[in-house]
């Protein structure tokens, strides 16, 4: 599920923002140095706009090609696609250059040569800094930076979980078995190679078999409301995502309160995106919302690894509650992971 092609992936929205951002800062460079001596803030924003309204077009129609062709230069070899990506790039600002030239404002041959550079110019800084880029995010990095960042389960969770499940070994040995079996499983993905997306089920299963365990030690307290609407089975999602959030739930939402809470996990297409909504009471004030944002942190971190621009996390309150929502690409890696 990882993606191997080192050309930059012109479906994802992070690069094509990354590109727009580059092509400002050369237009805003090319209009600094106009040959006129002195500099003039009015001036030199009016020059910003009229070019960037010249390039602006080219631009958006290159891009659009290098989207819609991307699926198959991505399978090519890396330099025929660096090639191909050039060629394509420069062959569209020609045909434009030449369209303008012939029905609308003639150009001199100068003229035409140097929008001509210009484009190289443009093309080349771009691939350029994409390849950077791709070099900072190369597999080995991220697969290590994601090593790093996969949750872990606070070590208070192991000590109570334990005794919880020794204390029921003589007077319920059937669901200390149980338990015991959860936490082995819940432990050996913890501890599994988890750099690839996973189905969504799988992680579900892994939810249930945690809050099983913790309902070992608070019982009534904890109650869970699941709502699953129909996804589809082929839907995958990055490895415990939903465990760390499910583990805040109950460490700041149930466990600090005397009567419990019920934790609603909410789990619904939206669009073609996945919408993942965790909700639990409001914690009291105190000292532990620091591990909250360190969990939200790990998450967020690990979604742009795997997405970019493309994922989205927020957390929020609303009605007494502490609301975290994951929107996540239900679109195949390949096409939503950056370049």
């Known amino acids: 599920m990882r993606k191997s092609s080192r050309i930059p992936n012109f479906r994802n929205l992070g690069i094509h923002l990354r590109v727009l951002l580059l092509h400002l ?21 009016s020059d910003l706009a009229r070019i960037g309204s010249q390039w602006l077009p080219p631009l958006l129609l290159v891009m659009g090609a290098l989207t819609l062709a991307y699926p198959m230069i991505s399978r090519w070899p890396y330099r025929q696609a660096l090639a191909a990506l050039f060629l394509l790039a420069i062959g569209i600002t020609a045909l434009l250059t030449y369209g303008y030239q012939s029905w609308i404002a003639p150009l001199s041959a100068a003229q035409y040569w140097q929008v001509m550079l210009l484009c190289v110019a443009d093309v080349l800084v771009c691939l350029y800094y994409l390849d950077l880029l791709q070099r900072a995010y190369s597999p080995a990095i991220a697969e290590a930076r994601l090593q790093a960042l ?6 208070h969770f192991l000590f109570n979980s334990l005794n919880a499940a020794l204390s029921l070994i003589r007077s319920q040995p059937q669901r200390a ?3 015991l079996e959860d936490m082995a499983e819940l432990f050996r993905v913890l501890m599994a190679d988890n750099r690839d997306l996973v189905p969504l089920s799988q992680e579900i299963a892994l939810c249930q078999q945690y809050l099983n365990i913790e309902k070992l030690r608070l019982d009534e307290r904890l109650q869970c409301d699941w709502q699953l609407s129909e996804i589809p089975p082929e839907v995958m999602i990055p490895p415990l995502i939903l465990q760390p959030l499910l583990e805040n739930a109950v460490y700041h939402g149930i466990e600090p309160q ?8 909410d789990i619904k297409p939206s669009g073609k995106s996945l919408l993942l909504r965790i909700s639990n009471p409001l914690p009291p004030r105190s000292d532990k919302s620091g591990g909250n944002k360190m969990a939200l942190k790990n998450i967020r971190e690990r979604l742009r690894l795997h997405y970019d621009l493309e994922a989205q996390l927020r957390q929020y309150e609303a009605d007494q509650r502490y609301i975290v929502e994951i929107v996540i690409p239900t679109r195949p890696l390949s096409e939503v992971v950056h370049g």
């Open 25 to 45: 800062c050369l237009l805003a460079l090319l209009t600094v140095y106009d040959g006129q001596s002195g500099w003039n803030a009015v001036l030199w924003a």
């Open 150 to 155: 996969q949750a872990r389960i606070r070590p």
């Open 177 to 179: 078995e149980t338990a």
């Open 258 to 265: 005397s009567q419990g809470g019920v934790v609603n996990i």
